[in-house]
């Protein structure tokens, strides 16, 4: 399966998983906006996944091809504060901290073209 990258405004039509983990040290070090597409994208079923980040704080969310996002969740802190990543606010439930957890459903998705409920959820 061919996967298209594209990080910070760089483009690769078909990434190899050492570019995709050149993306994935931007990612932990800086302000990012990173997706992994699946070229054709599918008729059904995930097309991408999307990352960004900012100050250790990451939101990933899978692209699906009949337009309903599946996204990161945890349990957020009662009256726990929006997050900004990117100019936008996000619910803290929907971001992790967790950089190790972002690797493995980025890894997992560049090899298999999904990510198992159980990395989406903390």
Same mark, same amino acid.
């Given at each position: ?39 054709? %994208?599918?008729?059904?079923?995930? *097309? ?12 990933? /969310?899978?692209?699906?091809? *009949? ?26 439930? *929907? ?7 972002? /690797? ?10 999904? /990510? %198992? ?6």
């Amino acid at each position: 399966m061919d996967m298209r990258l594209h990080c910070n405004g760089k483009i690769i039509k078909r990434a190899t998983w050492d570019d995709v983990q050149a993306a994935l040290d931007e990612i932990r070090d800086g302000e990012v906006f990173f997706t992994l597409d699946i070229m054709p %994208s599918p008729e059904n079923g995930p *097309s991408g996944l999307e990352v960004q980040s900012e100050d250790g704080n990451y939101m990933p /969310v899978i692209g699906m091809a *009949s337009g309903y996002p599946r996204d990161y969740y945890n349990v957020p802190v009662a009256g726990g504060e929006m997050i900004d990543i990117l100019g936008y606010s996000y619910d803290p439930g *929907s971001i992790t901290r967790d950089y190790e957890r972002i /690797v493995s459903i980025v890894k997992e998705f560049f090899e298999t073209g999904d /990510v %198992s409920p159980e990395l989406l959820k903390e």
